[in-house]
């Protein structure tokens, strides 16, 4: 079989890496994929958002299955446009990719079929935004309506902070048409984690937990980032509240993707708070998380292609998702000045030693090519995965390898599953 997967980061390496493991995967395409990615499938450099170049490919090389990675092509339509042609997509339809395109559509769901969510208020007028951050006090949630890849939502300690956070979203248009509406949302603090599952619309089916680390700094300081580390498991997911997230989230998800008819064959990832031992969802995503699925996937025992194919198929039901117990840790080494301005074309030194260690995984972000040399193209340069016996083991092999690997103005945090480790030290 024939597999194109869209997107080029860290988590379509990952993706492409497990397919790579399929007995019946021959060939693998990647739009545009990366200098990581080009060891193990074609790249051709076409945009994911570019639909009919994308649909030449697939009807000229004979594609059987598509996988998409990133949200923007998934909101803009992507997965009715190919099943419109007949063809094989992973990835859900527009009106249910709203669910991550639009909060407030989001929040709409949640309410309507009673999955646990902070309260919020929608508006489209930032005067009576602001009054009712005013009537509500801080700390309090705001966040950009639209996409705004994970840079559009703003947890104000003051009603100030609030206000700040308002102006620059709907006055300075920091986020363009995103942030046409705000929702304006309860803060509820607890420990945060990441539940993604497999659906076909029909059957749902989770992975295993995960926990990402947005900020970029240490302790997490600093701005939101696309996500700088991720560990699988997450403790703070117990037996008790990943059964609770099923009953409370994740069915009633299905009821209302059913009810609503909409055309869900995909991952659904569930961005939790969790407080006092109860989960609320923050946030809907429609597709694997960056870069959870790159632990995650590390701990896939199955045949992706085979889970990705029954998925696309509606056949969810009939094929086995089975998980190693070991535990796996991604470092993500980042260009310097990320999340804000970066320069590219650094050298990266040291990937083939790294890449010799046992159970190490260097999953490639933002890289390229200089002639014959890997050098950095964006923000997010490498996803440094490794598993171990424990979160520990996996932890040291991961900054073993980070420690091998090399370009100028690296920076990456130190603290990646420190607070699971913590976590275990203490009971
Ligand atoms: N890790 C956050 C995300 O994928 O949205």
Not at 27 to 33: L, T
Not at 120 to 129: D, L, M, P, R, T
Not at 230 to 248: C, D, G, I, N, R
């Amino acid at each position: 079989m024939k597999v194109l997967v869209i997107g080029g980061g860290g988590r379509e390496h990952a993706i492409v890496w497990k397919l790579a493991q399929s007995k019946r995967v021959d060939k693998i395409y990647c739009c545009p994929g990366n200098a990581g990615i080009a060891e193990l499938a074609e790249c051709i450099d076409i945009s994911p958002t570019d639909f009919g170049a994308l649909l030449n490919i697939v009807r000229y090389e004979w594609i059987d299955l598509t996988i998409v990675g990133p949200e923007d092509p998934l909101s803009k339509g992507i997965a009715d446009v190919f099943r419109k042609e007949g063809r094989h997509i992973f990835g859900p339809g527009a009106e249910a990719a709203r669910l991550e395109a639009s909060k407030a559509f989001s929040k709409d769901f949640m309410r309507r079929y009673g999955i646990p969510t902070g309260e919020y208020k929608v508006f489209n007028s930032y005067i009576h935004a602001e009054d009712y951050v005013r009537l509500k006090g801080a700390p309090i949630v705001i966040k950009a309506d639209g996409l705004a890849a994970g840079k559009g939502v703003f947890v104000a300690k003051t009603v100030e902070e609030a206000s700040d956070a308002l102006r620059l979203i709907m006055k300075e248009r920091a986020f363009g048409s995103a942030g046409d509406r705000v929702v304006v949302e309860e803060c509820i603090e607890g420990e945060e984690a990441s539940f993604m599952a497999f659906t076909d619309g029909n059957t749902i089916v989770p992975m295993v937990s995960s926990q990402d680390h947005k900020r970029i700094f240490d302790g997490d300081g600093g701005p939101n980032t696309g996500g700088m580390g991720a560990y699988s498991p997450a403790p703070v997911m117990t037996p008790e509240l990943e059964k609770q997230v099923m009953e409370k989230v994740m069915q009633p998800f299905l009821r209302g993707i059913k009810a609503e008819r909409m055309d869900f064959r995909g991952v659904i990832y569930a961005g939790l708070m969790i407080k006092e031992n109860k989960p609320y969802v923050l946030e809907f995503n429609c597709r694997f998380g960056d870069p959870e699925t790159q632990p995650v996937l590390a701990r896939l025992d199955s045949d992706l292609f085979e889970i990705i194919l029954a998925v696309s198929e509606g056949k969810l039901a009939e094929v086995p998702v089975k998980w190693k117990p070991e535990s796996a840790v991604c470092v993500v080494m980042a260009s310097k000045g990320y999340p804000g301005s970066y320069e590219k074309g650094k050298i990266i030194k040291g990937l083939q030693k790294a890449k010799g260690m046992k159970n190490v995984v260097v999953f490639h972000a933002g890289t390229g090519f200089n002639d014959d040399e890997v050098v950095t193209s964006g923000g997010r340069v490498l996803g440094v995965t490794a598993t171990g016996a424990d979160v520990a083991e996996a932890r040291e092999k991961a900054y073993d390898a980070v420690r091998l690997i090399s370009f100028e103005g690296m920076q990456f945090r130190k603290d990646i599953a420190s607070r699971a480790i913590g976590r275990k030290e203490a009971q």
